[in-house]
């Protein structure tokens, strides 16, 4: 089968052909990092991080960025509530969304361009804008003239006359048409800046992404991809100003779009505190279990996220993992993607089907008896995980990390403890003992080879 991905600009499942296919291209928004980045940031990436390993399984290379937005008013409001240069908290986070990535086994990108380094290439694409009269300067800003562009509204489908309505509480003075976007903005001297013909100032959010995709991807890309919250106006506005810019060549050719994560029925919102920041997630979960959760669903839907499911996915990869532990003796040889698998990611990212594929070869798995079967269903088994990022670790690791106290001697202890009840006759003891185990939320499992225990949440 060949790769189906859903285009946001068509509306339509379309089969995916790269301009180049030695180099495909890939651009994906990464995050302003002025704080910790929350559980629904991490969607994307986890998502488009299985789509660029299959671009590079399918075409042998690909070209990803993924940008870092290191200027933006939210960092500079963090710097001087904390009296420190924005590069001071910029460099902190950008560190802590890395290491909350690699957690979640996302790898990182070929290219991970900051708006900072590219001030030169966004400078230069402004003024390209003005000298074609697709933006102007008003009042030191430089803006955008939506009106100059035909195409304006066709990534949202929005109407334009809808936009500027909505556009028009508390309009700037300096605006020709409501609807008009910053490009350049002024900075005070207590702002970050640097020099332009405009003078002083700082670019505007939008043209960032603009300016670093075309510095590395080429003035028409391949694939962008992000939250389907950024469709507008964030890349409507980006087509909007490449095009322009490189005289109404198309940006980008597909558009992915990964849906929203919901918290009990309603979106993740500050006004009603159900932020969670992967940073806390990932000391309170296994990484892998929060990685498995994102994978769920597929990545144009809504995602339910809730405790349950939490708990579902812990109890899944442990079926998974007591799976492999149990085939801890058979040699599976070169590991390798089952077909199954690929053509599930192959249509439009399916990791639904491709995870229902993974748990339907681990259950073919525990029933086999033959050798030669239990071989092949334990390569199928790991390379079913390897192409969603799971089950690369040993299975004895799994079960011993599944928890942030770090108190396995602890558990070993008690359970030793049980054991010799047991045989002293002390049923009363070893039962307490396995309560005491069960409210922390350890299982005790009686095999031929002892007592294991696991725990489950």
């Not at 969304?97 to 966004?122: C, F, K, N």
């Not at 109407?159 to 002024?186: C, N, Q, T």
């Not at 199954?340 to 259950?363: F, H, K, Q, W, Y």
Request: aromatic content about 8%.
């Amino acid at each position: 089968m060949s790769l189906h991905l859903y285009n946001s600009l068509s509306r339509q499942v379309e089969p995916f052909q790269p301009l180049d296919p030695s180099r495909p291209t890939m651009y994906v928004c990464g995050p302003t990092v002025y704080n910790y980045v929350h559980i629904g940031n991490a969607r994307g990436p986890v998502v488009f991080g299985v789509l660029a390993d299959l671009l590079r399984r399918r075409y042998g290379a690909l070209a990803y960025a993924r940008n870092i937005t290191d200027v933006d008013d939210k960092i500079n409001a963090a710097a001087a509530e904390q009296g420190v240069p924005i590069s001071a908290i910029t460099d902190r986070f950008a560190a802590a969304y890395r290491e909350d990535m690699a957690a979640l086994g996302v790898q990182p990108p070929d290219l991970e361009p900051a708006a900072t380094a590219h001030i030169g290439e966004i400078v230069a694409m402004i003024q390209r804008l003005i000298d074609s009269g697709h933006a102007y300067e008003a009042e030191q800003h430089v803006l955008f003239s939506i009106a100059s562009f035909d195409g304006y509204g066709k990534l949202s489908r929005r109407d334009i006359e809808d936009m500027r309505a909505g556009a028009r509480v508390e309009v700037a003075p300096y605006k020709r048409d409501a609807g008009d976007f910053v490009l350049w903005k002024p900075s005070s001297e207590e702002l970050p800046g640097w020099e332009s013909p405009w003078g002083r100032g700082r670019p505007g959010w939008h043209i960032e992404c603009s300016a670093m995709a075309a510095a590395h991807l080429g003035e028409t890309i391949d694939i962008h991809a992000g939250g389907v919250d950024l469709q507008f106006p964030h890349h409507e506005n980006e087509i909007a100003q490449s095009e322009c810019a490189h005289g109404g060549k198309v940006f980008a050719r597909w558009w992915l779009h990964n849906g929203m994560l919901n918290f009990d029925g309603g979106k993740m919102s500050k006004s009603v505190g159900n932020i969670q920041k992967i940073h806390d997630l990932i000391a309170q979960y296994p990484p892998e279990v929060l990685r498995y959760a994102l994978l769920s669903a597929h990545y144009r839907q809504p995602l339910e996220w809730s405790d349950g499911l939490i708990e579902q996915c812990t109890r899944t990869l442990e079926r998974l993992y007591g799976t492999l532990r149990d085939l801890a003796g058979v040699d599976a040889g070169a590991v390798a993607i089952p077909d199954s698998v690929e053509t599930a990611l192959e249509d439009d990212l399916n990791t639904p089907r491709a995870l229902a594929e993974l748990a339907r070869i681990a259950g073919e798995a525990r029933k086999a008896t033959d050798p030669a079967e239990q071989s092949r269903l334990k390569r199928d088994l790991l390379g079913a995980g390897l192409a969603m990022g799971l089950l690369q670790q040993d299975p004895a690791a799994w079960f011993s990390g599944a928890t942030v106290e770090g108190d396995d001697a602890r558990i070993q202890t008690l359970v030793d403890e049980r054991n010799a009840a047991k045989k002293a006759r002390d049923f009363a003891r070893a039962d307490a003992i396995r309560q005491q185990l069960a409210d922390e939320g350890i299982l005790l499992e009686d095999t031929p080879a002892g007592v294991r225990w696991k725990r489950s949440r």
